[in-house]
């Protein structure tokens, strides 16, 4: 029985998660549930308050009227011809400034009628019809009191519920008809505000389902100052960026086959002139040299894509502590020292950072290395590495300086990519993999010539994230 239940309910709730509904119609369905609410209870309160409203108005207006007349009544003696002519006189005044016209009868203290204009009916008839839920009348009695103190007689003035009634309906039908005219308003201007925003909605998604990494695609033409707006901009920094990661990938696949087809193809040639007999002799010796400087050259490309694709990819591959920048320059410094040393390169160290840096040690150190290992490549006969640590800011900025041919015009931003080498380069690989390695440090790295002519590459990079 509740499996049986639970299964409907489920079946139920399936429906509804079912029914999808654009956010256009969801905001006008929302706005008319609003208006609707609205709507219904402003009439409905309207209808209650007002009915009451108007009966309070009556009862005081009548009793503002009858006291007047009592008092205007005091004077006079109440007889039918005396009654009368000062009526005549005095009455229209008071009855003509009211909201619903009333009636009167006056009456003397022995119940005997003076005056009356409604004709045939009965004052008991007026008091009984004036309660209970049969009412008919509003009314309000007054006392006119003689000189003498002594109650002489009373005025009643008498309203009908149904005049009542009939102005309340007047006044609910034209409350309604300009609450129908603003719910109308209402709605136009809500259709009017659900296009103006689902428009921009439809372009941008137009825009997305037809975005194509392949050829050209149109700019997005929405410039609403709003959410949609911003949205509409993110998505255009984002298709950028997105073109631009497709556009590096090929040429990355573009430049890595080129770079493992040479040493590819060297391998085959030399082999396969030994095996043919072409290569004879000592020349068979310096073609296995070829084929093993080559093979190495293959496995040194083919280390360097796989750690580049690695620091790219894999966030973990870092670990950071926090190091002596000194110390970890000088051991970089270390390990290429005997190589500037067989090229005569001396390399000057001044290091002015004594906080530690949260790095990667042994990455930072190959960064180092790579950037050493070129200038050392290129440098005339000295190398200087120096760091400093501006007081106001919390990063440190490391140069590595040569005296070398430094770097043509358009070089400076080239190096950087996979796989570009200039003259006498090498793989072209190990600037890319710097560059990356600062990255993850939050660093960033440049690259410029001194005015003597070498090149400059400047690091500058946050003490601690
Ligand atoms: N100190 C420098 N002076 C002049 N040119 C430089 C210097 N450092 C780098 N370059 C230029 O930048 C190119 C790219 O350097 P990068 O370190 O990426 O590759 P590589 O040294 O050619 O090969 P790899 O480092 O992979 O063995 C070099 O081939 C060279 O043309
Ligand atoms: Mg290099």
Redesign the pocket.
């Known amino acids: 029985m509740s499996l049986q239940w639970s299964c409907q309910r489920y079946g139920a709730m399936g429906t509804v998660s079912m029914i999808k509904m654009k956010i256009g119609s969801k905001l006008l369905l929302t706005y008319f549930l609003l208006i609707f609410s609205i709507f219904m209870i402003t009439s409905i309160s309207f209808r209650f308050i007002s009915q009451r409203y108007l009966i309070h108005e009556t009862e005081q207006q009548l009793q503002k009227d009858a006291k007047v007349m009592s008092q205007l009544l005091s004077k006079v003696s109440l007889s039918n011809n005396l009654v009368q002519k000062k009526l005549a006189n005095e009455r229209a005044f008071t009855v003509s400034e009211r909201l619903l016209s009333s009636k009167m009868i006056i009456w003397r203290a022995d119940q005997e009628i003076v005056y009356t204009d409604m004709g045939n009916v009965s004052l008991d008839h007026v008091m009984e019809k004036s309660k209970g839920p049969d009412r008919k009348f509003v009314t309000k009695t007054e006392s006119i009191i003689a000189k003498n103190g002594k109650i002489k007689g009373y005025v009643t003035l008498v309203a009908s519920l149904r005049d009542i009634n009939n102005f309340n309906g007047m006044m609910r039908k034209s409350q309604l008809v300009s609450l129908v005219i603003s719910a109308l308003i209402a709605l136009f201007l809500g259709i009017f505000f659900k296009n103006s925003l689902t428009k921009p909605i439809r372009l941008l998604m137009e825009h997305m389902r037809n975005f194509s990494l392949k050829g050209a695609n149109k700019e997005i033409s929405i410039k609403t100052n709003d959410e949609i707006g911003e949205l509409a901009d993110s998505f255009q920094a984002l298709t950028s960026k997105l073109k631009q990661y497709d556009e590096d990938q090929k040429m990355f696949f573009h430049n890595a086959s080129h770079e493992l087809k040479t040493p590819l193809m060297a391998i085959q040639g030399n082999a396969e002139g030994i095996l043919d007999g072409v290569v004879r002799g000592d020349d068979i010796e310096k073609s296995l040299q070829v084929i093993i400087a080559e093979s190495q050259r293959l496995k ?2 083919v280390e ?1 894509i796989t750690y580049l694709a690695k620091l790219e990819n894999v966030e973990e591959s870092f670990f950071f502590s926090s190091e002596s920048l000194d110390a970890v320059i000088r051991e970089a410094v270390q390990s290429v020292k005997s190589l500037a040393e067989q090229k005569g390169i001396d390399i000057k160290v001044d290091i002015r950072v004594f906080e530690a840096v949260l790095m990667d040690k042994e990455k930072m150190k190959r960064a180092f290395i ?2 050493l ?3 050392i ?3 005339e006969s000295i190398i200087v590495v120096s760091a400093i640590q501006r007081e106001s800011e919390r990063e440190v900025t490391i140069e590595i300086r ?1 005296d ?4 043509a015009p358009e ?1 400076s931003q080239k ?2 990519q996979r796989f ?13 993999i ?1 560059k990356a390695i600062i990255e993850a440090h939050h660093g960033i790295i440049t ?1 410029c010539n001194s005015e003597e002519g ?2 400059v ?1 400047q690091i500058r990079c946050p003490l601690k994230r």
Do not use: C
């Open positions: 040194k490309i360097g790579n950037l290992g070129n200038a490549r290129y440098a040569d070398g041919r430094g770097l070089e190096i950087f570009y080498s200039g003259e006498d380069g090498g793989s072209g690989i190990g600037l890319a710097t690259a070498g090149a590459f």
